[in-house]
């Protein structure tokens, strides 16, 4: 193998090594994604109970297979609902980027029909709290993980300005026992138009009050950075439309210009880690 072969395979183990070191779900977790994708796309439901939160009204059920049981959440929103427009495989497609990013904050999330309709069933990731809960209770999050909570509260805002995500609220950033950040609800994300691709939804330019990036971890943008528009449509399959992964594409452009403007006004080593 030529000395160029192995620098490129050496660089693309590394980035697949740094990744884990934001990624909000445990290595082992995200060693077990195509094994719960699978479950989740085979395992018999054995019951099913509204939820009773969120505007989609999802559906937690409950699946078993070889004597393995797991929980889900099932929506199918489509169309214009309550002023937004909703879209189930969003959900599908916000999976399948984190999994392109080496993002590591949203559950397994998969394709799955219920009742004779199509949706998207989602892992029901093992968490404690959410940030509302947070707010409400005035809960204080323990001094020696609050480096890690403003990390991945800077990679959401840099995620969701990405994948132009118009619902990120306290209610859907889930925190586990020990502080990890899971993300839930990306059915009113992937938005199109020049609303959505000349301006990011947080950075500096963004409208209303900007909520910066911050620092962000230097693989996950050299990940953004190899973004082509076949590299997602690989990823995403047929749950985005050529338009929507064009918008990506001008987000992807609008992320690292703001990156640089932040590199530029305070030096690489305080933006990226």
């Given at each position: ?11 693309i ?18 060693a ?19 939820i009773?939160?969120g ?5 937690r059920?409950?699946l ?5 049981e ?5 929506k ?25 990013l080496?993002?590591?904050?949203i559950?397994p999330t998969?394709?799955?029909?219920y ?8 892992y ?8 509302l809960?947070i ?17 991945a ?52 330019g ?17 990940r ?8 997602i449509?690989?990823?995403?399959g047929?749950y985005l ?12 452009d ?14 690489e080593?305080?933006?990226l880690y």
């Amino acid at each position: 193998m030529k000395d160029s072969a192995i620098r490129h395979l050496a660089a693309i183990v590394l980035m697949g090594l740094v990744s884990t070191l934001f990624a909000q779900f445990l290595p082992e977790e995200i060693a077990q994604r195509a094994f719960i994708d699978d479950f989740l796309s085979t395992a018999e439901i054995i019951k099913a109970e509204e939820i009773g939160e969120g505007v989609t009204k999802p559906i937690r059920l409950t699946l078993r297979k070889d004597g393995r049981e797991e929980r889900a959440a099932w929506k199918n929103p489509s169309g214009w609902q309550y002023g937004f427009w909703e879209g189930w495989q969003y959900e599908i497609a916000a999976y399948r980027m984190d999994k392109l990013l080496g993002l590591g904050m949203i559950p397994p999330t998969v394709e799955r029909e219920y009742l004779g309709k199509k949706g998207s069933l989602q892992y029901w990731a093992k968490v404690e709290t959410s940030l509302l809960k947070i707010v409400e209770n005035k809960i204080k999050i323990p001094d020696e993980f609050l480096d890690r909570t403003e990390k991945a509260k800077y990679l959401t805002r840099a995620f969701d300005s990405l994948i132009a995500n118009e619902d990120r609220t306290q209610q859907n950033m889930l925190y586990t026992k020990d502080w990890r950040s899971i993300l839930i609800d990306h059915s009113r994300s992937f938005r199109k138009g020049p609303e959505f691709s000349d301006r990011l939804l947080y950075g500096q330019g963004a409208k209303g009050r900007p909520l910066p990036f911050r620092r962000l971890p230097r693989s996950f943008v050299d990940r953004i950075k190899a973004l082509t528009f076949e590299s997602i449509r690989t990823a995403v399959g047929p749950y985005l439309t050529d338009e929507e992964i064009r918008a990506v594409m001008a987000r992807k452009d609008l992320v690292l210009k703001e990156i640089e403007e932040m590199i530029r006004a305070q030096g690489e080593a305080k933006v990226l880690y």
